[in-house]
């Protein structure tokens, strides 16, 4: 049986796995620093994952209108960044009661609005959303 590539390895463990946010740290143990890194991206570039961070990826799927990558979780937005700052291990709680009441509703918020009780400076978010952090 042929050796699989590190490209091919990180793709079936992000398809079998539940979660929809992935730290670059996940997959160390496949492969050097820096080929994980261009696996990553090449994965980013076809369009299965999308960095919305320093290290943080999201899975992705083709918007079926379009054909351009979208965030997989249904969620949306808001639950990708709650998701990664859980993955992150910040304390942080939702910056309004809007936040609480649509987590049962079928809206979903154009940005996420957090309230972070750590220390905390990164960036989460792509080209279209970005999560507002509060200092508490």
Excluded: C
Aim: proline share 2%; aromatic share 8%; charged share 30%.
């Amino acid at each position: 049986m042929a050796k699989q590539s590190l490209k091919s390895r990180i793709e079936t463990r992000i398809q079998r796995s539940r979660r929809n946010v992935f730290l670059r740290s996940d997959f160390e143990r496949l492969g050097g620093y820096d080929q994980v890194g261009r696996a990553l991206r090449t994965l980013v570039a076809e369009g299965r994952l999308i960095k919305i961070g320093y290290g943080l990826y999201a899975k992705a799927h083709a918007n079926r209108l379009t054909g351009q990558p979208m965030l997989a979780a249904d969620g949306g937005f808001s639950e990708i960044a709650e998701e990664a700052l859980k993955r992150l291990g910040v304390k942080w709680k939702p910056a309004n009661a809007v936040m609480e009441y649509q987590k049962g509703s079928a809206q979903i918020p154009a940005n996420a609005e957090v309230i972070v009780f750590d220390r905390f400076n990164r960036k989460i978010g792509n080209e279209r959303f970005q999560l507002r952090v509060a200092k508490a």
